[in-house]
């Protein structure tokens, strides 16, 4: 839990920290630039937006269970007895939803028994608070139990951002940077650029937060966010709740930004009495100036944000993004249109709500008002309607003040207080792989096979309110603010707006079941590792890169088009071997699209002329002691921290990745494990690449900060061409890319 008295001594130095700052710079300073100045090694050099790399001492680690497998791995390689600073693991990621919230959690602890118990072990022995099955996603835990204003965290999931809606600067990062920040390491990270959103009016009618988000996806798009911290500012902050502004900032990931803040309010105050932090709320309140921008940002923003947006909140309608990517979006009123123009069925074949994005007290609120409406008419959902809460506190909460028996009355289906659909742990039995289908939920992300492993399911992403009336009607082309639903009795009704609290009357339900403080003292403790299991593997360092430049590597894969860590590194069914490299490296890039087959998934072999999937391709260079490169098409790696989509390649034997850009976690993960991240000067140059091309790198000698590479490519015809790359490595990076890894450069200090 949050400590009231570090809390306070880190307030106390807010002040002279900020005015330093400005004497600094010169000028006001933002709340982004105010939250990282105070988290600043000392020692530094006045840093360069988007350009210069800085040290930063987070205030606190979060690891979910699939990630937290790996950084626990390679923390134990690192040779620390203690992690330096408050760290928590979250078991909620490897639960299977199926048949409701008892049976899969009993399912999940007997499956997933030995991972459990070797997070357990891992977080007794080094001094980390574990949270078990079934006590909530990470970030809603987090939010619940350990964001404050003005804080700092990094967390091993891409929607760590959720903790802004408390006014924490709080960045989604692979399990390498976890591991050296609990090992007592700054985390290493290009200052950012900013980009202002200006909020003004005030939510009405249909119109949530998640349409904020949504609206931001839809300006930015997948990638506009790279390199930047988006801060939110304005009058119409304080109409949107604390876990209101949460549900914005989570979804900042899906425009790749490094994180998402908003400034303290009074509305976060509130959200930290409610839940048992009112100390930490009369702090706040007494350092409020220290945890919101200077006044002068406000009156002339564009003077500070490298990028501004306004958004007048009384004008928003209820959006709905998707199918397999978060910015394609429209109004609801539109889609049914468009669906018919593009062909999808209109009929939903399932409807989700809850997960990390939206499960608050306000979500259940507003759609248990759109249930209670279609009950008092005797009607039920249409389709197949989940629910997933977000914490145990949240589950507790809302089954005593019947929002979870409003929406179990229409036909409802509760799932565990884990991620479940949302991140492919979904077993469905409706449908069959390659059947074309639509489902519709309020989850974060809608990636291709994303939710159910199913690469034809069209997925869209909208709020838990707009989901409840569309599970009603059962179609997607349904409009709630203008359409009638059936009233079973041969006439019609129109839902009205939902309506609801934001927190409850009577307080939360607060809940710590299933957490497991560490033991004073766990240097005993060993770790629980088989070494015949197929689930967990201890780590071997990574063998340096031999001197000189990189010649005459095979292209394993040309990726066409979009390539998340989804398509690099599945989730789904592969969750189960996150804490075993070897295995599993078995799914690597199995979900790409190679422009030199015409099967997604699959490669030609340089050494044998064949045709095979691409992790079979990756792994006989990789007993070949071939090494080799991908090129990659725009934003590689969007989507998840997955530390997995850089570690197995570079296991497999991967050199180099040369992309036309890069998502900012995927890049660095990739430098973390020893992997290169080339960028084309010229983007048109990817069309060179041909099927059985030899790539050299050269330049690599004198690899530094704003340095040049070569990439020569031989073709197979006897002709060659070549191409500039640059690169964005620092000094220390560079270190990394020479040592085999970061991880080989801390031992290396050690």
């Known amino acids: 839990m949050s400590d009231p008295d570090a809390v306070r001594q880190f307030y106390d130095s807010l002040a002279a920290c900020h ?83 008892d049976s899969d959690l009993a399912a999940a602890n007997d499956v997933n028994a030995e991972v459990y118990a070797f997070l357990k072990s891992a977080s007794a022995k080094y001094g980390i608070g574990f949270w078990e099955p079934g006590s909530g996603i990470i970030h809603q835990v987090v939010l619940e139990n350990y964001a404050f204003p003005g804080g700092m965290m990094i967390g091993t999931d891409s929607h760590t951002p959720n903790a802004g809606g408390l006014g924490m600067a709080a960045i989604g990062v692979g399990g390498a940077d976890a591991m050296e920040v609990m090992a007592g390491l700054p985390f290493n990270i290009r200052w950012p650029q900013l980009i202002g959103i200006r909020l003004t009016g005030a939510l009405s009618g249909w119109a949530s937060p998640k349409d904020v988000i949504l609206k931001v996806c839809e300006i930015l798009t997948v990638k506009g966010g790279t390199g930047h911290i988006v801060e939110y500012f304005g009058p119409g902050c304080e109409s949107i709740s604390c876990t209101g502004k949460g549900t914005i900032c989570n979804m900042g990931a899906e425009v790749g930004a490094t994180t998402s803040i908003f400034p303290f309010d009074e509305r976060m105050a509130e959200y930290l009495e409610a839940t048992g932090r009112g100390e930490l709320a009369e702090l706040a309140h007494e350092h409020a100036p220290e945890l919101r921008a200077d006044p ?83 009607l039920r959902a249409t389709v197949p309607f989940y629910i997933t809460p977000g914490s145990e506190t949240i589950d507790r909460t809302i089954r005593r003040d019947g929002q979870m028996a409003a929406l179990e009355a229409i036909g409802g ?115 629980a590792v088989d070494p015949a299991s197929e689930r967990l593997q ?40 996150r804490g075993h490299l070897d295995n599993i490296s078995g799914n690597t890039y199995i979900g790409a699209s190679n422009a030199f087959t015409d099967e997604r998934g699959t490669a030609i072999s340089a050494l044998t002329g064949e045709q095979a999937l691409l992790p079979e391709v990756a792994r006989e260079y990789h007993n070949a002691n071939q090494g080799w490169v991908v090129v990659a098409d725009v934003n590689y790696g969007e989507g998840s921290s997955r530390e997995h989509a850089a570690m197995s390649p570079r296991f497999l034997g991967c050199r180099a990745i040369i992309a036309r850009s890069f998502a900012r976690i995927a890049e660095a993960n990739l430098k973390k494990q020893g992997v290169l991240p080339l960028v084309f000067d010229e983007p048109a140059d990817w069309e060179l690449i041909r099927t059985d091309d030899r790539l050299t790198i050269t330049g690599l000698a004198k690899l530094g900060p704003g340095s040049r590479v070569t990439v020569g490519v031989a073709h197979s015809d006897g002709t060659a061409d070549e191409f500039g790359c640059s690169h964005s490595l620092s000094e220390q990076q560079v270190e990394w890319f020479r040592a085999g890894s970061a991880l080989n450069y801390l031992r290396q200090q050690a």
């Open 296 to 378: 002068h940002v406000g009156a002339a923003s564009q003077e500070f944000f490298d990028q501004l947006i306004e958004i007048d909140l009384s004008t928003l309608e209820p959006m709905v993004v998707g199918p397999h990517t978060p910015d394609r979006a429209r109004s609801v009123s539109g889609l049914g249109a468009e669906a018919r123009r593009e062909g999808w069925p209109l009929e939903l074949n399932a409807a989700l709500i809850g997960s990390c994005t939206n499960s608050s007290y306000e979500d259940m609120e507003r759609a248990a008002a759109v249930a209670r409406q279609a009950t008092a008419l005797g």
């Open 413 to 527: 289906i509760v799932l565990a207080n884990a991620c479940g659909p949302c991140i492919g742990q979904w077993q469905r039995d409706d449908i069959s792989d390659g059947e074309v289908n639509s489902i519709v939920s309020s989850y974060n992300r809608n990636f291709s096979g994303r939710n159910d492993g199913n690469h034809a399911t069209l997925s869209f992403l909208t709020s838990p309110e707009v989901v409840t009336a569309l599970a009603l009607a059962g179609r997607l082309d349904f409009d709630p603010l203008r359409d009638p639903l059936s009233d079973g009795a041969g006439g019609e009704f129109r839902l009205a707006p939902p309506t609801g609290d934001d927190l409850p009357v009577a307080g939360f339900e607060t809940s710590l079941t299933g957490y497991v403080a560490p033991p004073p003292d766990g240097s005993a403790v060993e770790l």
């Open 538 to 577: 201890l780590l071997e360092p990574f063998a340096p890169l031999a001197e000189g430049d990189l010649e005459a590597l095979p292209v394993l894969v040309k990726i066409e088009g979009k390539c998340t860590t989804d398509h690099v590194s599945p989730a789904g069914v592969w969750l189960r071997f």
């Open 19 to 101: 005015a330093a700052a400005r004497k600094q710079l010169g000028q006001p300073l933002t709340l982004a630039e105010k939250i990282l100045f105070a988290h600043l090694a000392p020692g530094q050099e006045l840093p360069q937006r988007g350009k210069g790399y800085v040290d930063l001492h987070p205030d606190r680690v979060a690891m979910q269970d699939a990630t937290a497998q790996m950084a626990l791995l390679q923390f134990a390689l690192a040779g620390r007895d203690q992690v330096a600073v408050p760290s928590t693991v979250h078991c909620d990621h490897l639960i299977q939803a199926r048949s409701g919230c």
